[in-house]
């Protein structure tokens, strides 16, 4: 009976123990309608104290995360067949006050980016050990050039959050 029992009682009891590790998030960042709210008085001057007295930046310069609310799937075509594919997920980091308007131009960001993951797919770039720092720094920049050729707002950098590849 337990034998049973332990294939699926070890799923749950990673999902949940990987759950209570995670430092907790900072809302102020992680959630678009969070991002545009000032940071509570005590929370702020906790944050000035910690960095040794106030650091000359509001609240409207701290950072944002615009993150894709689906991922990308990026073929990999040789010779005419579709062999792997590519799934990524990315988000944009922004200031606080750009978040919204980010998602506002989701579906124009969404184009450029996958449209230079397919240049990047179709020159090798995913072919080999995609995964090696200086290849991802490389992508990084094509993409963070991408977004910002679609929009004024500020894009500071691109963040890939997931990559794998899947065999086709």
């Given at each position: 009976?337990?034998r ?35 940071p509570?008085k ?38 005419g067949?579709?062999?792997d ?12 006050a ?39 720094v490389?992508?990084?920049g ?8 679609v ?12 990559i ?5």
């Amino acid at each position: 009976m337990i034998r049973k029992l332990i294939p699926i009682a070890l799923p749950v009891l990673a999902l949940v123990g990987g759950d209570m590790l995670r430092a907790p998030a900072d809302p102020a960042t992680t959630h678009a309608e969070d991002a545009h709210e000032p940071p509570a008085k005590d929370d702020h001057a906790k944050s000035s104290s910690a960095h040794g007295g106030h650091d000359g930046h509001s609240s409207a310069e701290a950072d944002g995360w615009f993150t894709f609310p689906t991922q990308f799937f990026v073929p990999l075509v040789r010779q005419g067949d579709m062999g792997d594919l590519m799934i990524i997920t990315l988000t944009l980091q922004t200031d606080a006050a750009s978040v919204e308007p980010l998602g506002r131009k989701e579906h124009a960001l969404r184009d450029a980016l996958l449209r230079q993951l397919l240049i990047h797919a179709n020159t090798g770039g995913f072919d080999g050990n995609f995964t090696a720092d200086r290849n991802l720094v490389a992508l990084r920049g094509e993409l963070q050039k991408a977004a910002a050729s679609v929009t004024d707002l500020p894009i500071k950098a691109v963040l890939i959050e997931d990559i794998a590849r899947q065999q086709g």
